[in-house]
């Protein structure tokens, strides 16, 4: 698991540096409440780098309609905290699709997360040593890979900001021998910075 972490961290550093120079200009910056089962609460900081990017054109009597369209990846870092049981900290990267409307610039988007979550167990956690003894041990922790399924709506209110949902339905594997069921719910805002 920790080799899975570590790829998935030089996955967003080489993107990151790849597009340093005009980062500020083309990159947004998303900031978000990251709620675990919707209620847990928690934070998550992301970018989007679009990998490839095309227009569709209809024409209609009155106007013609334009729509934006996008494959991109987007690194992103969260923790959240399920009070009197665990905190859990995310890194993942997001690959997807996404279409805008130009005219109001609301978009959708649809995308995979590969992700690796670690959760630490709040209070004591007592652990059996190979040894046969009993070991106490403050926010113990174990790490489980988290693939994930996203749709995501919003808007683009202007070339600064934006506002977006986002609903989640993640797996995090090998979960006590078997999978679980994990859900998310982002309320958030875009910034690009270069803009301001």
Do not use: C
């Amino acid at each position: 698991m920790k080799k899975i972490s570590l790829i998935l961290l030089l996955i967003g550093i080489n993107f990151s540096v790849n597009a340093q120079s005009d980062f500020l200009e083309q990159k947004p910056i998303s900031i978000s409440y990251f709620g675990h089962y919707y209620l847990h609460p928690g934070l998550k900081i992301g970018t989007q780098y679009d990998w490839k990017t095309w227009e569709k054109r209809k024409e209609r009597k009155k106007r013609t309609i334009v729509k934006t369209k996008s494959l991109f990846i987007s690194p992103q870092i969260g923790f959240y905290v399920h009070p009197k049981n665990h905190a859990g900290l995310l890194v993942n990267v997001d690959f997807g699709y996404q279409r805008i409307k130009d005219k109001h610039g609301f978009y959708q988007a649809y995308s995979i997360g590969l992700g690796y979550m670690t959760q630490f167990n709040s209070g004591t956690t007592y652990v059996g040593e190979s040894d046969g003894s009993i070991t106490a041990k403050k926010w113990a922790s174990r790490a489980y890979f988290m693939p994930s399924l996203n749709l995501e709506l919003g808007q683009q209110i202007n070339d600064k900001i934006g506002w977006y949902v986002k609903g989640t339905l993640a797996s995090k594997l090998f979960y006590n021998t078997g999978v679980s069921a994990e859900t998310f719910l982002e309320l958030g805002m875009k910034f690009n910075l270069g803009k301001f």
